[in-house]
């Protein structure tokens, strides 16, 4: 069974600095394209970025380049989203989902064509 367990999320300071995780089992990780999504109270779901299969990595929002940065470690089957120079307002639940063709299908992931973690929770305070 598919399976995806976010972590490293926790209350931190405009400017600091946090380093989320993805764990996955139960598939071929490798051959996943990887997204992380957040969702703050009130606000819809929104994609933050997601790399393929190939290392390539795509931001969908603007106000995260150059402060984010996705990755992977295909040994330890896991996604990595860290994250710099934290805002206030990016603070939400973030959580990761997998997809087995590429990016293009994860920018518009559902809750229910998809599979997601529980999510982690980030607070930056000011």
């Known amino acids: 069974e598919v399976q995806l367990v976010e972590s490293g999320g926790s209350l931190v300071q405009a400017g600091g600095s946090l380093r989320l995780s993805c764990a996955a089992s139960?598939?071929?990780?490798?051959?996943?394209?990887i997204g992380w999504f957040r969702q703050a109270p009130g606000k819809e779901r929104e994609g933050i970025s997601c790399?393929?299969?190939?290392?390539?990595?795509?931001y969908w929002q603007d106000s995260v380049k150059g402060r984010f940065t996705i990755s992977r470690d295909n040994a330890k089957k896991t996604g990595y989203l860290q994250m710099s120079s934290l805002r206030p307002e990016d603070t939400a639940v973030y959580s990761c989902?997998?997809?087995?063709?590429?990016?293009?299908?994860?920018?518009?992931?559902?809750?229910?064509?998809?599979?997601w973690g529980q999510g982690t929770q980030v607070t930056v305070s000011s």
């Open positions: 989902t997998v997809d087995p063709w590429s990016c293009r299908y994860l920018e518009t992931a559902t809750m229910s064509d998809h599979y």
């Open positions: 139960g598939f071929t990780f490798e051959n996943y394209a």
């Open positions: 790399i393929s299969s190939k290392d390539d990595s795509v």
